[in-house]
């Protein structure tokens, strides 16, 4: 009868003891539940594991977050201003926002040597969204959000962090 039970032995999440599961991380064999798992493109991965993947790959420093800002604020407000020189149509704003969001995560990862940081996308997006913002504010002494603003802001900021997260 005993090894009955072994056989079927039931095992349990190493961070929710009160959890089932079989489930094991493919790098370092600890038991995890559906929660603490994560699906990665070699597998599922503990949350430790993930992270201490994460940190060997994210060699982005402080002084490269401070670039990285820099840069998106410059270009999106660069972008900002010639747009309001074309005239700021809806259609010129969507077309060309998403090459300059990718003009902020080119310029940006070049500056910095290609190092990204954990939270470069985050910041390459609030940078954006200040770029877009500021002309407005500066030449009016307001914040301007009229419909074409919101849009560039918006696309730019998006673009810049999804380049970010997905180029090497
Ligand atoms: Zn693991
Ligand atoms: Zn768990």
New binding site residues.
Partial sequence: MAEQVSTEEITYCAVHPDRETGLR?N??G?LMCAECAVQTPVGY??R??VRAHDDKFFKGTTADYGIVFAVAVVIAALGMVGLSFIGGFLLFVIILAIPIGGAVSEVALRLTGRRRGRYSGYVAAAGALIGALAPGLILYGQLVLSLTVIVYAALVAITAYGRFRLSI
């Fill in positions: 991380c790098k370092c600890r991965r503990c430790e594991c």
